[in-house]
């Protein structure tokens, strides 16, 4: 498992990558070796997280580490907790290409909560 970034796993140009090394400053909620959790610059609802694994990959169709992946998602649990979102739910969503709506290119959990939120999603 990859615990630690270096200049193979991170890429210059993109944006989360740069917020991750902290060269673009979020307003960062949780952090482990692994993965970040920061509020999203357009929020959604009124908790709207997002969680990154450290690493760069481009989204979930090219994820190759599933601990990385899951570690992602048990850090958008924890963070939804803290978030006081545990008893009222919320969601956790990924977009993944085009047709998924995906426009950074740096795989990411949403994190949604604080309102009901609608399905099917648009
Ligand atoms: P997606 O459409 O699934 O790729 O979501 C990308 C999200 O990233 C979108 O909700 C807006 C958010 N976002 C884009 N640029 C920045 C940024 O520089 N900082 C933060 N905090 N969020 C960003």
């Keep these: ?19 991750a090394a902290g060269s673009i400053p979020a307003t960062v909620v949780a952090r482990n070796h692994q993965a970040m959790a920061f509020r999203d610059l357009n929020p959604q ?8 694994p450290l690493r760069h990959v481009d989204s979930l169709a090219s994820a ?24 009222g ?4 969503v990924t977009n993944i290409g085009r047709d998924g709506g ?3 290119q740096h795989l990411h959990f949403h994190v ?5 939120l609608h399905w099917p999603p648009g």
């Design 102 to 104: 995906q426009t950074v």
């Design 1 to 19: 498992m990859t615990e630690t970034m270096n200049e193979a796993t991170t890429d210059p140009t993109c944006i989360f990558c740069r917020i």
């Design 64 to 87: 190759d580490n599933p601990c990385e992946v899951g570690g992602a998602l048990a850090l958008a649990a924890e963070v939804a907790e803290a978030e006081g979102l545990g008893e």
């Design 45 to 52: 609802a009124p908790s709207h997280i997002l969680v990154i």
């Design 89 to 92: 739910g919320y969601r956790v």
């Design 112 to 116: 949604l909560g604080g309102r009901q």
